[in-house]
T-cell receptor, first 115, second 115 residues
């Protein structure tokens, strides 16, 4: 059973460009979380999604950031008009729909560098 | 509100000596607590979790943690450090089950193992 997959692993963007980060959850998992890790800091919650629904986006910046988890395909975290402060590692985690829902399994992360 | 405090940002031990990484939590609910490890430029791996069963929790790679409600602590220990244990360790509390299961991370403890 493949783990959580994220791509790209590394992404370089210039200020003002768009960044698209993809996350494929573990097989059978229907819950996806996105976290951001700034340099030398812990991870901060951004958004929690189930298939086709955003459940909790209390950690998302109000502008430029959006997330989706369509019925088919990976979850996407989209950052429009990136700025240098967006440089960070972005981690996706997934959990199963029942029973062990509280354990999250993390992907390897996407490291975004904004020049 | 839920929170965790990791009391040491850096810990150095010699190979073969015990490891103690400290974590205190704050929660108005019966908490679920986790320890994750992050090796450089890698994703997060679950070491162990406490979910209101046995207070002494055994994890992978010889790690264990004890939930102490009276001290609001969940310290991570290992009897004998190995060079491969050098990494960043995160203590995590899960938010109460009110529709979201987001994780709240501590700021991390970087473990250095000396030969």
């Amino acid at each position: 059973n493949a783990g959580v997959m994220q791509n790209p692993r590394h992404l370089v963007r210039r200020r003002g460009q768009e960044a698209r980060l993809r996350c494929s959850p573990m097989k059978g998992h229907s819950h996806v979380y996105w976290y951001r890790q700034l340099p030398e800091e812990g991870l901060k919650f951004m958004v929690y999604l189930q298939k086709e629904n955003i459940i909790d986006e209390s950690g998302m910046p109000k502008e430029r950031f959006s997330a989706e988890f369509p019925k088919e395909g990976p979850s996407i975290l989209r950052i429009q008009q990136v700025v240098r402060g967006d440089s960070a590692a972005y981690f996706c985690a997934s959990s199963p729909p029942l029973a062990d829902q509280e354990t999250q399994y993390f992907g390897p992360g996407t490291r975004l560098l904004v020049l | 509100a839920q929170s965790v405090t990791q009391l040491d940002s850096h810990v150095s031990v010699s190979e073969g000596t015990p490891v103690l990484l400290r974590c205190n939590y704050s929660s108005s609910y019966s908490p679920s607590l986790f320890w994750y490890v992050q090796h450089p430029n890698k994703g997060l791996q679950l070491l162990l979790k406490y979910t209101s069963a046995a207070t002494l929790v055994k994890g992978i790679n010889g790690f264990e943690a004890e939930f102490k409600k009276s001290e609001t602590s969940f310290h991570l220990t290992k009897p004998s450090a190995h060079m491969s244990d050098a990494a960043e360790y995160f203590c995590v509390v899960r938010s109460p089950p009110s529709g979201t299961y987001k994780y709240i991370f501590g700021t991390g403890t970087r473990l250095k193992v000396l030969a």
